[in-house]
Each structure stands twice: as structure tokens, then as C-alpha cells.
């Protein structure tokens, strides 16, 4: 899976960027995802309906299956990140468009403006890899940039530059996803791979391997940990 966040003010026209980009992909016979951070809470049920009756009487999260939609909704577990979210739920879609977050350094960045004048290099955000606005720009302003209807070249850039999302290495701790930057994933895959090579019948080259530690109080019958 690859994914890219589209950033801008409120009205920018993130949206309809993309839904354009969804269009376009799906006519490549690419399966798009969409995950939208939300700046302030969002109340998607409805009071008296049985999933939010589930929800009020202290479900952890509740789900309704119809007959071409799957509805769940869930309670925002402490710490959960975007990355997070788009690791553990999109992972079947080529492409996954975040909406929002724009300080979520996971993900590449497509600012989406409205006039030449929005543009601001001090504000710029964070992994940005091209601009997407209403205005041409008289002189480039450092980065890509394409006009709000080149939804077809702008999709071969993403396409071409994106990245899998997918890290080498990643490290949960008590269900939480702990950031590893590039360096740490590398050491800690090569760490790895070294054991496993002392390590008698297993394949040369793994695909995939897992690793799960338990650790906590000591077992006062047994006295081990």
C-alpha cells in the first residue's frame, strides 16, 4: 500500500481533489482507501440507534454488517496515530488518501492551495512533495506543482515517487506503535536477520518474521517472569 496525505486550509478544496484522485485511480483498476483526521469530534451515529446504544452502555466498539456496507464504529484508543490506523485497517487498497494531517510525518504530503499568494515556505508542511492550486505559479516555488484539474499527471507522480508504507521494522509495545525512524528499522531488521542465520532449518531469505516478548511482574508460584 502506498499512501499520501492532501493538506490545506479548511475549503482549500482537499476533497474534491480527492475524490477526483479516487475517480482517476479506479479507472487504472486501483483500489483507493480515504482516512480523514478530524480536527474536532464527529458524531457519525445517531442517538437511539443500536450501534449507539451499544456504544452508550459501554461497548468498546460496535459493528453492523448490511448487505453491501460494513459500519463500525470504536472508541479512539490513547496514542493512536493516522499510521496507525491505515497499517491495521487499509492494507487490502493500493493507495490510501489521508485527509488531513499535517503533522503526521508518516506520511508524503500534496499541499492543496487555492491562490499562488497561499504559498508560504515557512509554513510549508512537513515531507511535502508537490503543490496543487487554482493559480499557475510565475516562478516554482521549489516544488512540483500542478494545477487543481491535472488529476491525471498528478496521479502518475504519486504513483511513481510514493513509497510502500509498509516499514521494515516495526515495534508495538503494550498494542502501541512506537516511530522508528529509517536508521532504527534498518539496524534492528539486520540485527535480526543475523540470529535468525545461527538459527538451524529456516529459509534463507524470510519473508516475514515475527517476534513477541512478554515481560511483566514475576509470577509469585513460579517465580519466573
Known amino acids: 500500500m502506498k499512501a499520501v496525505a492532501i493538506v490545506g486550509h479548511s ?3 482537499k476533497t ?20 480523514k483526521k478530524a480536527s474536532e469530534e464527529v458524531e457519525l451515529d445517531k442517538e437511539g440507534k443500536d450501534s449507539w ?7 468498546e466498539a460496535a ?9 463500525t464504529i470504536e472508541k479512539n484508543k490513547a496514542g493512536q496515530t493516522l499510521l496507525d490506523i491505515a497499517l491495521e485497517r487499509f492494507a487490502e487498497v493500493d493507495i490510501l488518501l ?27 508542511p512537513e515531507e511535502l512533495l508537490a503543490v496543487v492550486a487554482d493559480e499557475s505559479f510565475p516562478i516554482s516555488p521549489g516544488y512540483p506543482v500542478f494545477q487543481a484539474e ?20 516495526e515495534l508495538k509495545v503494550d ?3 512506537v516511530p522508528l525512524n529509517p536508521f532504527v ?3 534492528l531488521t539486520e540485527t535480526i536477520k543475523g540470529l535468525l542465520r545461527a538459527l538451524k532449518g529456516l529459509p534463507e531469505s524470510p519473508q516475514k518474521v515475527e517476534i513477541k516478548l512478554k515481560t511483566g511482574e514475576k509470577d509469585e508460584k513460579t517465580g519466573r517472569t
Open 53 to 59: 446504544q451499544f456504544m452508550a452502555a459501554g461497548a
Open 185 to 187: 528499522q534498518s539496524l
Open 98 to 124: 489521508v485527509e488531513g494531517g499535517k503533522k503526521e510525518s508518516a506520511f508524503k504530503k500534496i499541499w492543496r492551495l487555492q491562490k499562488v499568494a497561499d504559498f508560504d515556505e515557512n509554513k510549508a
Open 11 to 13: 475549503d482549500s478544496g
Open 150 to 169: 491535472e488529476i491525471s499527471r498528478l496521479a502518475d507522480f504519486l504513483l511513481n515517487v510514493l513509497e510502500p508504507l509498509e516499514p521494515l521494522a
Open 175 to 177: 498494542g502501541r506503535r
Open 16 to 35: 474534491r481533489l480527492i475524490t477526483a484522485l479516487i475517480k482517476e485511480l479506479n479507472s487504472r483498476s486501483l483500489k483507493c482507501g480515504v482516512l
Open 63 to 71: 459493528t453492523v454488517l448490511a448487505p453491501e456496507k460494513i459500519f
